[in-house]
């Protein structure tokens, strides 16, 4: 049983670009939820996708918008790229939406550079 | 609205001494707790949760911690630290009232080191 993945692992954008994150969630997880953690601060939650459906959404604005396909694999795609945008964008999959009872496995993230 | 503060940024502990890690938590209804480790250049692993069953929750790699109400706390404790201890620890809360909504609250982290 493979784990969650992402790709790719670094990346270095110019402000104002767009970027495409992906994410391979773990075999049998039907919910994706995504993070961006700045440096030296806890993750924020950026949305979540159930069964391929927006299942909830942090305080980012619209330029922050995602994807998840029938094989439940995901995308995060950020326009109009700024510098604060500059982070670690963490995946993660569970068996379901409900935190208490999904346990939520993380990929290693992707680091993503603004500049 | 929920918020978790984590007392202390850094921590430094010798090898076989006690780990306390705080935890505060703010919600107007019972929320679920959890703790999660991050290793470097590794995504984050769940630890322990706690769902309002048992306040005492027991997790992984001898860690545990205890849900106090009257504190609003939910400190992360290991009676002996061993050096692969070594990682940041976030604390996270989600609220049972949001439906299905339950996003995952989360703290700054503590950098916990652990001195030979």
């Known amino acids: 049983e493979t784990g969650v993945t992402q790709s790719p692992t670094h990346l270095i954008k110019t402000r104002g670009q767009q970027v495409t994150l992906r994410c391979s969630s773990q075999?049998?997880?039907?919910?994706v939820s995504w993070y961006q953690q700045a440096l030296g601060q806890g993750p924020q939650f950026i949305f979540q996708?159930?069964?391929?459906?927006?299942?909830g959404r942090g305080n980012f604005p619209p330029r922050f918008s995602g994807l998840q396909f029938p094989n439940y694999s995901s995308e995060l795609n950020v326009n109009a790229l700024e510098l604060d945008d500059s982070a670690l964008y963490l995946c993660a999959s569970s068996l379901g939406r409900q935190t208490e009872l999904y346990e939520q496995y993380f990929g290693p993230g992707t680091r993503l550079t603004v500049t | 609205a929920q918020s978790v503060t984590q007392l202390g940024s850094h921590v430094s502990v010798s090898e076989g001494a006690l780990v306390l890690l705080r935890c505060n938590y703010s919600s107007s209804v019972p929320p679920y707790l959890f703790w999660y480790v991050q290793y470097p250049n590794q995504g984050l692993q769940l630890l322990l949760k706690?769902?309002?069953?048992a306040t005492l929750v027991k997790g992984i790699n001898g860690f545990e911690a205890e849900f106090k109400k009257s504190e609003t706390s939910f400190h992360l404790t290991k009676p002996s630290a061993h050096m692969s201890d070594a990682a940041e620890y976030f604390c996270a809360v989600s609220s049972p009232n949001a439906g299905n909504n339950r996003k995952l609250i989360w703290g700054l982290g503590t950098s916990l080191a652990v001195n030979p």
């Open positions: 075999s049998g997880h039907n919910t």
């Open positions: 996708y159930y069964r391929e459906e927006e299942n």
């Open positions: 706690y769902t309002s069953a």
